[in-house]
């Protein structure tokens, strides 16, 4: 008799796998240094094989489902509604994400885009505030060789792992949206000079890392990830208590609104029932979950 296979994924691979165990034996650099040789000598196929089946080890299970949660169906689908009418262009939105995750400079989560369009009145120009989509069909997670990107089941985030992310940048070539950055280990003076500032930790997927040279995120490929490190054990935000995506929280002119998509009664959901909206690229099938308000 023949055993059947099963298609496993990056969180059944390394459910069980801590912060802890993952440094155990091999270091970041030290896999990362590995399997960008094997790539380098055309033995790709044998990297992907090594870090497929878990010979080294990920932190998947830090900010992706638990190994109790495996089973559950989606539960949320969590999106933004950007109003361009109420965009006044402050930037306000991009100097909070940064903050809330301490994002070196070449890193920016959220950027703001200004376009000038012809026969408007007084010239105004249009803003267009520009995270990650977290797209239903996300192309990036598609050409990644160690599954180091994927969505999330229980909320559709798209995350990024970073034990497992070897900087070879497919994601960012595939995302049509240029909504993802590498880190190239650039620092801001204030964290050069080893400033109280520089010692506070990213709360970044929960992992509370503290930037150091050489070391992950360092190499990798990051992004948007809606704050998710403000989600409660259930996976909820609370936007009264303050645990809500940091630029729709600092937005000045009100303009981003975020919730879940599958709630009829959510505040983006009702948005997008009255207004007339659009989301972007979407002749290429991606369903991008931000649209904007026109």
């Not at 920016?108 to 989509?133: A, G, H, Q, W």
């Not at 880190?183 to 930037?211: C, H, L, M």
């Not at 054990?233 to 809500?244: A, L, M």
Request: contains cysteine.
């Amino acid at each position: 008799m023949t055993k059947k296979k099963t298609k496993t994924t990056p969180t059944q691979r390394d459910g069980d796998t801590s912060a802890k165990d993952a440094g155990k034996n091999i270091s970041v650099l030290d896999r990362k240094d590995f399997i960008s040789k094997l790539f380098k000598t055309g033995a790709g196929t044998l990297a992907t094989t090594i870090v497929g089946n878990g010979m080294l080890k990920s932190v998947s299970s830090l900010y992706a489902q638990s190994k109790d949660n495996r089973a559950v169906k989606r539960k949320f689908r969590y999106g933004m509604v950007i109003d361009t009418r109420r965009c006044v262009g402050c930037r306000s939105c991009v100097l909070a994400c940064k903050a809330e995750n301490k994002t070196p400079s070449g890193v920016s989560y959220t950027v703001v885009f200004e376009e000038i369009l012809e026969n408007r009145p007084n010239d105004k120009p249009v803003f267009m505030t520009k995270p990650c989509f977290h797209c239903e069909h996300p192309p990036c997670t598609d050409v990644c060789p160690v599954s180091a990107t994927f969505k999330r089941e229980r909320d559709g985030i798209v995350v990024v792992d970073y034990e497992r992310c070897i900087g070879c940048r497919y994601c960012m070539t595939a995302c049509p949206y240029s909504a993802r950055w590498f880190d190239f280990g650039e620092n801001y003076p204030a964290i050069e000079q080893n400033t109280p500032w520089a010692q506070v930790p990213s709360p970044e997927y929960k992992q509370f890392r503290k930037r150091k040279n050489k070391q992950s995120p360092v190499g990798n490929v990051r992004k948007c990830t809606f704050c998710l490190h403000l989600q409660d054990e259930e996976g909820k935000y609370n936007k009264e208590e303050g645990r809500w995506p940091a630029c729709a929280k600092t937005c000045t002119g009100k303009a981003i609104h975020f919730g879940d998509l599958n709630d009829p009664n959510s505040e983006v959901t009702v948005l997008l029932r009255e207004r007339q909206y659009m989301r972007l690229k979407e002749e290429l099938g991606t369903s991008p979950n931000c649209y904007y308000l026109i």
